[in-house]
């Protein structure tokens, strides 16, 4: 099996910075694809930012040029770094990893829990 764990949640005031953090573990032979997905209070879940193996990215629109992306490979981890938030930001953030176990063939997507992000002042 696989878990993901994020961590770096809380709350900040408007303008303020966060780094969120995913890690996963358990019988990863490979990682594929990591990414961010959040849900605000009462909307559908969306996506944030995306990252492959070979480190390419992808934004939501609302995001870019504020939330910054990446991965450590040795450590089966992904980051986001988020500046400039703001009150649009406040919702739960849940990474997802497409993994290759030792166990099967293929990738298979795996979810965190979530870490709420609460922007406020």
């Known amino acids: 099996q696989v878990q993901l764990v994020e961590s770096g949640g809380g709350l900040v005031q408007p303008g303020g910075s966060l780094r969120l953090s995913c890690a996963a573990s358990?019988?990863?032979?490979?990682?594929?694809?990591m990414g961010w997905y959040r849900q605000a209070p009462g909307k559908t879940r969306e996506l944030v930012a995306t990252?492959?193996?070979?480190?390419?990215?992808n934004y939501a629109d609302s995001v870019k040029g504020r939330f910054t992306i990446s991965r450590d490979n040795a450590k089966n981890t992904v980051y986001l770094q988020m500046n400039s938030l703001n009150v649009e930001d406040t919702a739960v953030y849940t990474c997802?990893?497409?993994?290759?176990?030792?166990?099967?063939?293929?990738?298979?997507?795996?979810w965190g829990k979530g870490t709420l992000v609460t922007v406020s002042s």
């Open positions: 358990g019988s990863i032979f490979s990682i594929n694809s």
């Open positions: 997802k990893a497409n993994v290759v176990s030792y166990f099967r063939a293929g990738g298979m997507d795996y």
């Open positions: 990252i492959n193996s070979g480190g390419s990215t």
